[in-house]
């Protein structure tokens, strides 16, 4: 192939010049992700599952550069070269905020600048961690929190090897989830036909059928009125802060119940509604039904007292039992994916240790022996990295179990509710003590577990969610997979490299401490104090905490079987899993105002009225990232911060 050849669009999307603009964009949110929330103390916007900046860069890229490109130059980029450009844009939001850097580069130095005399962590945690994944150097870590001299270099040769260690992890982790997606692709999207909700906006913004450089979305008035609604509203309370005579538009509304025992947090959240809106009605009724019955049973068992212990990290407010429930259901929500696929696993294992020529896995990443050996390779990798770090055998074992029950279990919810926020009920590491005790564990196993926080506790992205969207993007737009799978790669190295010289770049110049953002403040103190309290306080195999998983097991599977067996049953099962986390309990409304709105349009209305008034709700999770990504612009020049997301 010569230069003239590899510069034409190749025809199925994935070409150089469609993975050279992803990439130009993965940089921008490896690079604008740390800034927005650190410095800026603005609206979050690739911490989540919705991937709010990509869709704010995509609205650039299809709303206004490529158009302009189409009509000065009388070429721009198809439907499948976008589409690949967005697909790279949502693997790189799993990267830089809660996914992974930004909560793994404060915990490598963290421990040993907020260690002080009376948390004891120097004797507690220090000797168990291995100086190959942590920054202990006095003045590198003093100068990382406090700031170093105006000119002063980054002492890079501090960092590298720490880093680049935990990226083995990372890639380790990464590689064994992308192959499990390639095995579960057929069976979710074929056969199963799951909805990804959070596939339809970009597909919507990239569809070039009929007339004109713009989709028929954004010609669609109904699109701009959904898009005022949420863009509106946040630019009135962004005037607000910079001409106080602007009243401010305060939509955050809650109010206490069972005796004032729990809130009920009823603040409508535009990018909810709209993704909710695309939702089977059983779906939508499951995840505010269950959220409400959580927070009722919360209150109840507040009430008469109660507990089988603490609140666990990343759990609340659910208690424990209640945190516990859900983790069971969504153990049987993984188990029964699997079990529901098996006789397309058992093509898959055919496919992959035969080499049957009847199956056909061209459509797939890579093929199904790549990822049938993927798997096998990145759990050796895996186990061997945590085997060396502290971990023993078993509960290294125990501990990517759940890490990887939680990551197949939330990407499996996010392709079929599409909800923009959540987190596992019950965080991995945290389940690990629960299963296992602190006498399995040692010292150094919780030390580790701690440590490994950053990106197997709140886990409010991850790779494997934004990868199942983005190969449903490819499926419908005809993607060459194969190509596909190089490029995502690409975007996770570039993501991963530039959001770790962002952030301690950023700390360097400003201080760690001076930064904003969950990683520099809360995140390491709430650790570290964890691993000392259970380091310091052994706690036996928690018993009632798994008597509580299994029935939530049991629970799931009833519900299933009834969803399974009678018609019309109207409750889906799903809800169950999500529990009752922070994100849960703050758009659990926001879903049930979807579900009403549909209930209402489909009765009154009918299929006409939704196809017609789709746009409307479309425009207003577009207006919502599209006003936040504005204001983050206007926030750079004038130092002021807005925020408009969770």
């Known amino acids: 192939m010569n230069d003239q050849d590899a510069s034409r669009p190749h025809p199925k999307g994935v070409s150089r010049r469609a993975v050279g603009i992803g990439l130009v964009c993965c940089l921008a949110i490896a690079f604008g992700e740390p800034y ?53 844009m949502i693997v790189a939001c ?51 929190f406090e700031g170093g001299a105006q000119g002063e270099a980054v002492p890079w040769g501090a960092w590298f090897l720490p880093l680049l260690a935990w990226y083995c992890i990372a890639f380790s982790v990464y590689c064994v989830t992308l192959c499990l997606l390639v095995v579960l692709r057929k069976q979710w999207m074929e056969r199963e036909r799951l909805l990804f909700p959070l596939a339809t906006l970009p597909l919507e913004m990239c569809d070039q059928q009929g007339r004109g450089y713009l989709a028929p979305f954004f010609r669609n008035p109904i699109t701009w009125i959904g898009f005022l609604v949420p863009c509106t509203i946040n630019s009135i309370n962004a005037l607000h802060v910079y001409f106080n005579y602007i009243p401010a538009i305060n939509l955050s509304s809650s109010f206490p119940i069972m005796r004032n025992s729990i809130n009920l947090f009823t603040t409508p959240r535009f990018e909810v509604i709209g993704l909710s809106f695309l939702l089977n009605l059983d779906v939508s009724f499951g995840v505010w039904f269950f959220a409400f019955l959580a927070n009722l049973q919360t209150g109840f068992l507040r009430i008469i007292g109660f507990s089988i212990g603490p609140m666990q990290p990343y759990s609340p407010p659910a208690p424990p039992s209640v945190a516990h429930i859900a983790m069971g259901a969504l153990f049987f929500l993984v188990f029964a994916s699997f079990w529901n696929g098996r006789e397309h696993l058992k093509e898959v294992l055919r496919k992959a240790f035969r080499g049957d020529p009847e199956i056909d896995d061209s459509k797939e990443l890579i093929s199904y022996r790549a990822a049938v050996y993927g798997i096998l390779v990145g759990t050796i990798c895996a186990l061997f990295w945590l085997y060396q770090a502290g971990f023993s055998l078993l509960s290294a ?114 201080g760690g401490i001076n930064l904003g953002g969950w990683g520099f403040h809360g995140l390491t103190n709430y650790t570290g104090n964890w691993i000392a309290h259970n380091i310091a306080n052994p706690e036996p195999i928690h018993v009632w905490h798994l008597a509580f998983g299994a029935l939530g097991v049991v629970l799931m599977g009833v519900l299933t079987w009834l969803k399974g067996h009678f018609v019309g049953f109207p409750i889906h099962p799903i809800g169950l899993a999500l529990g009752l986390t922070y994100p849960i309990s703050q758009i659990w409304f926001s879903v049930f105002i979807a579900w009403v709105c549909k209930v209402v349009i489909l009765k009154y209305g009918g299929p006409w009225l939704y196809r017609h008034l789709r746009p409307f709700f479309l425009g207003m999770v577009l207006g919502q990232f599209g006003s936040a990504g504005f204001w983050i612009v206007v926030s750079s020049f004038t130092g002021v911060s807005h925020r408009f997301t969770l």
């Open 94 to 144: 799993a990267i830089p905020s809660w996914g992974f850097t930004i909560n793994l580069v404060p915990l490598m130095a963290g421990f040993f600048y907020f260690a002080t005399p009376e948390n004891n962590w120097g004797e507690l945690i220090h000797p168990y961690l291995p100086e190959w994944l942590v920054v202990s150097d006095p003045e590198v870590v003093g100068k990382f």
């Open 397 to 510: 074992a125990v501990f990517l179990l759940c890490c990887l029950v939680a990551f197949v279990g939330l990407a499996r919810i996010i392709a079929q509710a599409g909800l923009a926020y959540g987190v596992a009920p019950v965080a991995a590491p945290v389940l690990t003590v629960n299963i296992l005790g602190t006498s399995l564990l040692g010292p150094a196993g919780i030390s580790m577990l701690g440590l490994n926080f950053a990106w197997a506790a709140d886990i409010r992205t991850f790779v494997m969610a934004s990868a199942a969207t983005g190969l449903k993007i490819a499926e419908v737009t005809g993607l060459e997979c194969r190509r596909l799978f190089w490029a995502i790669l690409g975007a996770i190295a570039v993501t991963l490299a530039g959001s770790a010289w962002a952030v301690v770049t950023l700390a360097y110049i400003h």
């Open 36 to 88: 927005t929330v650190m410095v800026l103390h603005s609206s979050p916007m690739a911490a989540d599952f919705s991937a709010g900046a990509a869709l704010f860069l995509f609205l650039l890229l299809t709303l206004l550069l490529n158009p302009l490109a189409r009509l000065l130059t009388g070429s721009g980029l198809h439907r499948g070269e976008m589409a690949t450009a967005y697909i790279m």
